[in-house]
């Protein structure tokens, strides 16, 4: 292997594969290794390095850099390994007769390897297992919230959201910076990443506490902007409002109740067709005197964009002719089939981007709307077939993954252009960097049980660490019926996991759908049909007092909510973390998955079975106190603790600073 050095960048050549590392911010190493004459410049996910300095040696048996404590050595023979001081964080799995490892060499099997895919390659990339837990990744709909042992598809769907980050137990973080389709395996005999198409392997770690890990990691791929205030409480949705006169009447019934409401969701078919972006007059005639009145109960109004344009809408010709939509590989041009027959906008292609601003500005924007609701931003397919598409930026199979970030990017630069500040759209999908956008990430259309909601648990976590801090669910689960026994409790216990969750959103699909639609045509704002009423006064009495009191204790804690929003903002933490994430030293922490902190003080603990009234609490080393109410103190340890149906047991941390002048 020959080797050379550049400033900051440790080069090697062996054969045809050319390999480039180089300092990419703090602690921290970016690895390029490619079968062509030079690297892409596509976009990716990791923005410009922070300035620095690393150290390049070239010595008998290999070579090595170094960037802070972090160091990479490469062998002669070609295997990489990773070191925090002296201590191996990660190392290349190699089986062929480099002589790495110390095993046999008959199976002609490398950590890096490249198998032809048209003018491209299908990579992939194999890691050494070790005694780890892993964890980030996005969010999938799955109970786990440690990933050792799962596999993982790394492509975007309705309700999964792959951002391919991860933060281990062993103290180092390592972010795959590729946007294309493929899967991560986190086996036990060794990690293995595979990318369907690409023409380059090219990865970034890091080390350091998973505090240290997030704030690196989130400096080269962009943090989440200040979260405005007034928009800290209830958000108030369904299926859907069908008038302006029906979202009038939900935000004047709010008030008239004396329950401060933040923001109200305008969501699908409020247009004529599929892809119009503007509301249908004979349903919506007067948008602008709406959001006035709104503005004046203190309501922001957010409006559902889709990215779907059915043939028969009038921007379909147009986009058509401009190649602003997404191309497919064979047959027909389709791309989705719900109630049209309709193809998606390009996100990746910045002539689309341009032209569904205008629409959005002129329909919308204007009348005071100032928020929207990005809703299918995988985006979705009537199947996944990822090969079947491809992007202004390349086929799906390469590409695939930058969408929802890129169709996030266009609003909140096109917004902040016309000097809005306080920017907060709401996506259904996200990548890396998709939190500098200004993107609230939310889990997708999932079902109304206790099941799914231990998997939004898990995954709201995982999120967060993948870097993506403003996160929330449909309240109750979007799939429901809210005859079904036991849905009033279900609906209380999510209500109160959604309290002390990032934004407190009350959304879903309320069945039975018995309630028929305005109009009998198949099109236009009265054409699809509507759900049971989903706000808080339609459950009952008995439940109806406690979303109130939750509602009003969310309220009370806006100070400390703001407190722990301006810390992502600063410093790219989540806000809801993993035990561990404020206890690394603790080794029960890295264990617990059905807790989770808020900020640094407030432990939750949420109820997630039916008809659970008692449940476990493990309180880490320190001193804690029952949330509200405070009263007496207690030390870390194992406890047993009561559920009522109007209670979620939260505990604060009492502060080493608190009591002192």
């Not at 801090?469 to 959604?498: C, H, K, M, N």
């Not at 979303?547 to 009370?556: A, D, G, M, Q, T």
């Not at 030390?635 to 559920?643: F, L, Q, R, V």
């Amino acid at each position: 292997m020959f080797f050379s050095t550049e400033e900051n960048a440790l080069i090697a050549r062996a054969g045809n594969e050319l390999i480039r590392i180089e300092r990419w911010g703090e602690n921290a190493l970016r690895v390029r290794a490619t079968m062509n004459r030079a690297f892409s410049e596509a976009e990716k996910g990791l923005c410009a390095p922070p300035s620095g300095r690393a150290r390049a040696e070239i010595g008998e048996s290999g070579a090595s850099i170094v960037n802070g404590t972090l160091r990479c050595f490469i062998h002669e023979r070609g295997w990489m390994e990773f070191y925090d001081g002296e201590r191996l964080l990660l190392k290349e799995y190699y089986r062929d007769f480099s002589g790495a490892n110390g095993h046999s060499p008959s199976m002609k099997l490398c950590a890096r390897e490249y198998k032809p895919h048209g003018s491209d390659y299908a990579i992939t990339l194999r890691f050494e297992a070790a005694e780890e837990k892993l964890f980030g990744m996005g969010q999938y709909q799955q109970p786990q919230l440690d990933l050792k042992g799962c596999i993982l598809e790394l492509a975007q769907r309705n309700s999964q959201i792959s951002v391919p980050f991860l933060l281990s137990s062993r103290g180092y973080g390592f972010l795959l910076n590729h946007a294309g389709v493929g899967e991560a395996a986190f086996g036990a005999n060794f990690t293995q990443w595979r990318e369907v198409c690409s023409d380059e392997i090219d990865y970034w770690i890091v080390s350091g506490s998973p505090k240290q890990i997030l704030e690196r990691y989130t400096a080269v791929t962009g943090r989440a902007p200040d979260f405005p205030g007034n928009m800290l409480g209830l958000w108030q949705s369904k299926l859907r409002y069908r008038t302006q006169e029906e979202v009038l009447s939900v935000a004047r019934e709010y008030h008239r109740r004396g329950l401060p409401l933040d923001v109200i969701v305008i969501d699908f078919f409020h247009w004529v067709r599929q892809g119009d972006w503007a509301f249908d007059p004979d349903y919506f005639p007067d948008p602008a005197a709406m959001t006035r009145e709104l503005n004046a109960l203190g309501t922001r109004c957010m409006v559902s964009v889709w990215p779907t344009v059915d043939r028969k809408s009038v921007n379909f010709a147009p986009m058509r002719e401009r190649g602003l939509l997404v191309r497919t590989e064979r047959g027909s041009v389709q791309c989705f089939d719900f109630q049209g027959d309709t193809v998606i906008y390009d996100a990746t292609n910045p002539a689309a981007r341009d032209y569904l601003w205008e629409q959005i500005e002129r329909n919308y924007y204007r009348n005071g709307i100032d928020g929207f609701w990005l809703d299918e931003a995988e985006p979705e397919y009537c199947a996944y077939d990822f090969d079947h598409f491809r992007y202004d930026a390349g086929p799906v199979a390469k590409t695939g993954n930058l969408y929802p970030r890129a169709h996030a990017e266009g609003f909140y630069r096109k917004m902040k252009e016309a000097g809005q500040r306080d920017i907060v759209n709401l996506t259904r999908s996200a990548w890396v960097g998709s939190a500098r956008c200004g993107a609230v990430v939310w889990s997708g259309d999932i079902l109304s049980n206790f099941e799914s909601l231990r998997d939004q648990l898990a995954g709201g976590l995982n999120i967060g660490i993948a870097g993506i801090p403003w996160w929330t669910t449909d309240t109750g689960g979007f799939f429901g019926d809210v005859t079904a026994p036991g849905f009033s409790e279900l609906l209380i216990r999510w209500f109160e996991f959604s309290v002390f969750s990032p934004v407190l959103r009350l959304h879903g699909d309320r069945g039975p759908h018995d309630i028929p639609c305005l109009s009998s045509l198949d099109y236009g704002g009265g054409f699809s049909p509507t759900g049971r009423d989903n706000e808080l006064w339609s459950y009952g009495e008995e439940t109806y007092e406690i979303l109130k009191k939750f509602l009003f204790l969310r309220l009370s804690m806006k100070d400390y909510l703001k407190e722990v929003f301006a810390e992502a903002s600063a410093k790219g933490y989540p806000v809801m973390r993993p035990l561990f994430f404020e206890f690394p030293e603790d080794p029960r922490a890295w264990e617990i998955s059905d807790e989770y902190m808020l900020g640094s003080r407030l432990l939750v603990a949420p109820v997630l079975y039916e008809g659970m009234r008692r449940r476990s609490v493990y309180l880490p080393k320190g001193t804690w106190r029952r949330f509200p109410g405070g009263g007496g103190t207690l030390p870390g340890g194992e406890y047993e603790t009561d559920a009522p149906l109007d209670e979620i047991p939260v505990f604060e941390r009492v502060m080493k600073t608190e009591g002192k002048n």
